[in-house]
């Protein structure tokens, strides 16, 4: 009898904690799982923020999925299509013809992207916040800013490298503007000509508030706070044009910046597009409260890019966040066990616990089960849950490491601009 073969599409929190799960619950040859994904490794989200500030070691916020799933088979490339009628995926490796992988079971997890507006220079001028390249991108980008500032005379050029805009005022946007500022504003101390009044820090959101997530009253004691600390909190504003880094807002205002983070909202992978899933209005895989995608016995789907009915809250869909994303997944793995074992399967329930948010070095803002924390101990809680759901001791212990050693020594303000374009030494020596 040939062995169940089960192929898991994304290897984010939904992946890599879903196949952690099977690989520690399957007995010895009943299942051969297979896990595609573009990258080796999972990156936890949360932690990007304070990786892009220099608080946390880069490395130390991904998990490569090649040491902590040793018995499963990692492909690293693109899938391109999951078909449910005949229950093949074509994968594209990074080198190489492309794949099809035939499968009994499938898990869709393929997370999302970034969702960006027809807004004229957005893509060219623009960068994400939803990787960890672009988290060590900003970093290098923002210091290696500040060091242009500090080294020239054209106040056109020097205006220009200090102004930083972000646009989006969720989770994402905040968090990083927050502690990214407040990097920039200690290195502020070793830039000689550099004060944190030469500096432009703009947050653009659409709507009447940031941080809906956790709640009007502290996204508005968030916005208070950000503008003490000299951030522009313009709400209610569209980005209108960003050609050449010349920001145009609807308001009217216009000005020149070399730094655009476009965190306004992401949308579903589009992979989901590629084959003959269903999908509701939004382009999510329709999924039950089983985490099974509609109208299947053997597909199964959670994440960003599924439409889960939220039991605790009738009508309405689990939102695209990691408290619900690892949850999801051991009730998901658990289900695909009940399935493959002919056993029955549990509905996924979870009320969410709340929210809670970086802003910078010992500043927060949290809603927890109802109640409302900010400064100190909302930014204590923030690093404890999201130290406690980080994968493996490893990391674990190499993230607390890095936060005890930050307790004794500065911060490290270095910026490593170069790895951007690392042959450029060796090809200027060429022509020397």
């Given at each position: ?25 399957l007995h010895r040859g009943e299942a051969q799982v297979t896990v595609v994904d573009d990258d ?146 200690y290195a502020c101390r070793f830039f000689k000509g550099i004060r944190r009044t030469d500096m ?114 009738p009508g309405q869909m689990c939102p695209p966040n990691a408290q619900h994303a690892v949850r ?105």
């Open positions: 009898m040939a062995v169940p073969r089960i192929l898991i599409v994304g290897g984010g929190y939904v992946g890599m904690y879903t196949a952690l799960r099977l690989q520690r619950k080796s490794y999972m990156t936890y989200q949360p932690f990007l923020p304070e990786a892009a500030a220099g608080s946390i070691e880069a490395r130390h916020v991904v998990v490569p999925l090649r040491q902590v799933l040793s018995s499963c088979r990692i492909f690293s490339g693109r899938a391109t299509s999951v078909r449910l009628a005949d229950r093949k995926a074509e994968v594209k490796p990074h080198e190489g013809p492309e794949l099809t992988l035939d499968y009994d079971y499938v898990v869709l997890a393929p997370g999302s992207v970034s969702r960006l507006l027809p807004i004229p220079g957005l893509a060219e001028s623009g960068i994400g916040f939803k990787t960890v390249e672009e988290a060590i991108h900003l970093r290098n980008h923002v210091l290696g800013r500040m060091d242009v500032a500090a080294s020239t005379t054209d106040e056109e050029v020097r205006r220009r490298a200090l102004t930083f805009v972000f646009v989006g005022g969720g989770f994402a946007g905040v968090e990083a503007l927050a502690e990214l500022e407040d990097m920039a504003t432009r820090w703009v947050l653009v959101e659409a709507t009447d508030r940031i941080l809906p997530e956790v709640g009007p009253d502290m996204g508005r004691w968030t916005a208070r706070q950000l503008s003490e600390r000299g951030v522009e909190v313009r709400m209610r504003t569209l980005l209108k044009s960003a050609e050449n880094c010349h920001i145009v807002l609807d308001d009217g205002d216009a000005f020149d910046t070399d730094t655009l983070v476009w965190t306004a909202g992401v949308k579903p992978n589009p992979l989901v597009r590629a084959g003959d899933l269903p999908l509701d209005e939004k382009g999510r895989v329709r999924a039950t409260p089983f985490l099974r995608v509609e109208g299947t016995d053997f597909a199964f789907t959670a994440g960003d890019a599924a439409a889960v009915p939220d039991l605790t809250r999801q997944a051991r009730r998901l793995a658990d289900n695909l066990l009940a399935a493959l074992r002919g056993g029955g399967l549990r509905p996924y329930r979870h009320k969410s616990a709340g929210s809670v948010a970086s802003l910078g070095l010992y500043k927060g803002v949290a809603q927890v089960y109802g109640r409302e924390l900010r400064g100190y101990p909302a930014w204590f809680m923030h690093r404890t849950y999201h130290l406690m759901r980080m994968p493996t001791l490893n990391k674990k212990s190499r993230i607390l490491a890095d936060w005890t050693l930050g307790l004794f020594f500065p911060r490290e303000i270095v910026s490593l601009g170069a790895v951007q374009n690392p042959r450029e030494e060796f090809t200027l020596a060429a022509r020397m």
